[in-house]
């Protein structure tokens, strides 16, 4: 946490090097985040430029309450949101099967593994904004209940409230879609 106030110190005294640091650090992070909310690489990557652009333009109004991670996974989801709000399109495109198979898998193994992931995505997608973004925080990116409460805006009963309904929603969904494939 100390590294990442001096990055901040840094481009606040005018080096943009501690700016970069900072997306290096979380750059990966942000862009899955994205990704798992938005579900498409192109859009999450554009999503990610504006995060960042947004974070770059109101870094001094960061008043340090809060680790950095925070507050910009805060922008990171509120972005997503706007960009999916501007869409009208709470349910992603159908993501291809890109990366589906490793050097190490068979064919078979690679596809499986794809077609997992896509009607994981796909799930995912259909759930509500409020509730896929406290289930991605939480069990994708591992962040505690205290810190969604944070990024979200809202109480940690509420955060845990959204991710139990995700789950939910997410194993019913899984479910008819596992069903429909026997």
Known sequence: MNE????????????????????????????????SLVGRDMDSED???EAFLKVYHSLNSFRRRCMFSTWLYRIV?????????KRKNLVSDKPALESACSVS?????????????VLIRDALA??????????????MEGLSYD?????????????????YRARQLLKNKLSRLQGDLR
């Open 4 to 35: 990442d106030f001096d990055y901040i110190d840094q481009f606040l005294s005018g080096q943009d090097k501690g700016f970069e640091m900072l997306v290096r650090k979380y750059q990966d992070r942000a862009l899955n985040i994205i990704y």
């Open 47 to 49: 999503i990610a430029q």
């Open 77 to 85: 989801v509120n972005t997503a949101y706007d960009f999916l709000r």
């Open 105 to 117: 898998d068979g064919p078979r193994e690679g596809i499986l593994r794809g077609e997992t992931q």
């Open 126 to 139: 259909s759930i509500p904004f409020q509730f896929r973004s406290a289930v991605v925080l939480k069990d």
């Open 147 to 163: 810190e969604i409460s944070v990024i979200l805006r809202c109480s940690i009963g509420t955060v845990e409230s959204r991710i």
